[in-house]
Nanobody, 115 residues
Framework: QVQLVESGGGLVQPGGSLRLSCAAS????????MGWYRQAPGKQRESVVG???????NYLDSVKGRFTIARDSAKNMVYLEMNNLKPEDTALYYC?????????WGQGTQVTVSS
């Protein structure tokens, strides 16, 4: 059974930081590249970043230099460190495999960047 649980979102001012966490079931975590995705109101869901089992990353251009993904194999966790947040980063953030599994979407965690 696939289980992904996101946490760590919140309201932050422009320029602020947040750290998102994703708890993944062991079976899905060990075998797959993992990624973070986001969906802003009225927009399609987009890929933010992916990380392979070997640690190779692929970032959306607009977040390069500001966001950092990491995976902890011992804890089956995926993290997204977000710095210098901008209002356009406001969205519901999800983790999933990379590319995503349609049946694995969780509830997401809301990130709102506003003054």
């Amino acid at each position: 059974q696939v289980q992904l649980v996101e946490s760590g979102g919140g309201l932050v001012q422009p320029g602020g930081s947040l750290r998102l966490s994703c708890a993944a079931s062991g079976s899905i975590f060990r075998r797959n590249a993992m990624g973070w995705y986001r969906q802003a109101p009225g927009k399609q869901r987009e890929s933010v970043v992916g990380i392979t089992t070997d640690g190779v990353t692929n970032y959306l251009d607009s977040v390069k230099g500001r966001f950092t993904i990491a995976r902890d194999s011992a804890k089956n966790m995926v993290y997204l460190e977000m710095n210098n947040l901008k209002p356009e980063d406001t969205a519901l953030y999800y983790c999933n495999t990379y590319p995503p599994l349609s049946l694995a979407w969780g509830q997401g965690t809301q990130v709102t960047v506003s003054s």
